[in-house]
T-cell receptor
């Protein structure tokens, strides 16, 4: 498996502000993934983050709203920009390893 | 089966019973599948995976069955315990082994185990 740490674990933010979520992995990985889980729902892939290249976004997600950084092979950030109450969700990072794909504990974001 | 919106399928069982959670996946090109368990306030926890060249795989107290003909996946939990109570998600991948962390998730099933 993998040890994946996310910060913050939760936050309450004002609408119109931005929040940057950090994801740290215990060893080097090629790809990191960011997912969103809206209240009471399943997970949806936001983007794939490779080190040294621009993130690849899924349909319905854009870089201006969810900029991603991947400065090295153990770390990534996701920013939720210009937040509205509809952005209230759990945001999760994940990595793939031999033996599967593993998730952090998530960042629970509430926008007021 | 699967559902949409906030009305997740639910399964209630007695402690010690066997549980079967079902999932209908959508993409016939999917070749890798994972089951996750998500407890309240936590991220999804990897349970077991299976590749499309197999139709059955067993782990500790869990078995995953894959029927590619009807695009159906099931998770069987033997001797279910109260600690198994959680939401269970199936996830599929169709990247052909190039990026198996890129997953499409099912809607989830709430499992409640009564002592």
């Amino acid at each position: 498996s993998a040890v994946i740490s996310q910060k913050p674990s939760r936050d309450i933010c004002q609408r119109g502000t931005s929040l940057t979520i950090q994801c740290q992995v215990d060893s080097q990985v090629t790809m990191m993934f960011w997912y969103r889980q809206q209240p009471g729902q399943s997970l949806t892939l936001i983007a794939t983050a490779n080190q040294g290249s621009e993130a690849t976004y899924e349909s319905g997600f854009v870089i201006d709203k969810f900029p991603i950084s991947r400065p090295n092979l153990t770390f990534s950030t996701l920013t939720v920009s210009n937040m509205s109450p509809e952005d209230s969700s759990i945001y999760l990072c994940s990595v793939e390893r031999t033996g599967g794909a593993f998730f952090g504990q998530g960042t629970r974001l509430t926008v007021v | 089966g699967e559902s949409v919106g906030l009305h997740l399928p639910t399964l209630s069982v007695q402690e010690g019973d066997n549980s079967i959670i079902n999932c209908a996946y959508s993409n016939s090109a999917s070749d890798y599948f994972i089951w996750y368990k998500q407890e309240s306030g936590k991220g999804p926890q990897f349970i077991i995976d299976i590749r499309s060249n197999m139709d059955k795989r067993q782990g500790q107290r869990v078995t995953v069955l894959l029927n590619k003909t009807v695009k159906h996946l099931s998770l069987q939990i033997a001797a279910t315990q109260p600690g198994d109570s959680a939401v269970y998600f199936c996830a599929e991948n169709n990247a052909g082994g190039t990026s198996y962390g890129k997953l499409t998730f099912g809607q989830g099933t709430i499992l409640t185990v009564h002592p």
